[in-house]
């Protein structure tokens, strides 16, 4: 596998239509396993199509996961690949991808902490803590009839049911995380 130049800038993948990946910093053919490990150690890289220039990085991005969930080694588990799937196309899919960004970016945060603390679990309450005030505060931010608000007195309209199950469906995300961070905890306790 070809490994980068050292250089921090960023990468430019050039994908071919017969589907092979050109790596311009170090003028060879990679696969997506070197740019998951691109990914793992940080490096900003974007896919471009070769002939069209057209930005394939997200596309790339998901066929990695795909492959990653596929082998075996899946880390998102089944009742949020479910919810996800359920927001394209409503309201709360506006949000969610800034949410979910942010939500990784404290996570990371929180790990990069927890590899320093002598007691990771306390960490970990402390984050999980600050990441359901942060759900908490966006939701009061979007669904605002929902978060606070008198609700009317009138019959509900459609617009209105399907706030309620998109706020449903995030409550349910946010179970699901919780559950996925005590399962973490859980992991911490035993090392």
């Known amino acids: 596998m070809a490994k980068g130049t050292g250089s921090t800038g960023l990468i430019i993948i050039k994908k071919y239509a017969n589907r092979r990946l050109y790596d311009t ?7 997506l396993d070197h740019l998951s490990e691109l990914v793992r150690e940080g490096r900003d890289f974007e896919v471009r199509d070769a002939k069209t220039g057209e930005d394939l990085t997200r596309q790339v991005l998901t066929q990695i996961i795909f492959e990653q969930e596929t082998k075996g080694e899946g880390a998102l588990p089944l009742n949020f690949l479910r919810q996800l799937i359920g927001f394209y196309g409503g309201g709360a899919q ?3 991808p800034a949410f979910l960004d942010v939500s ?5 945060e929180a790990q990069k902490e927890w590899q320093k603390a ?3 679990v306390t960490l970990f309450e402390k984050q999980a803590r600050r990441n359901m005030a942060m759900f908490e505060q966006a939701m009061k931010m979007f669904m605002p009839t929902l978060y606070g608000a008198a609700k009317p007195e009138k019959p509900a309209s ?3 049911s399907m706030i309620e199950m998109q706020a449903e ?3 349910n995300m946010q179970s699901q995380m919780a559950a996925i961070q005590e399962q973490l905890a859980e992991l911490y306790r035993k090392d």
């Open 25 to 31: 910093s170090t003028s060879s053919y990679v696969t």
């Open 94 to 96: 506006t949000f969610l």
């Open 104 to 108: 990784m970016n404290s996570y990371a």
């Open 118 to 120: 002598s007691n990771p």
């Open 158 to 160: 459609p617009a209105n």
């Open 169 to 171: 469906a995030l409550a």
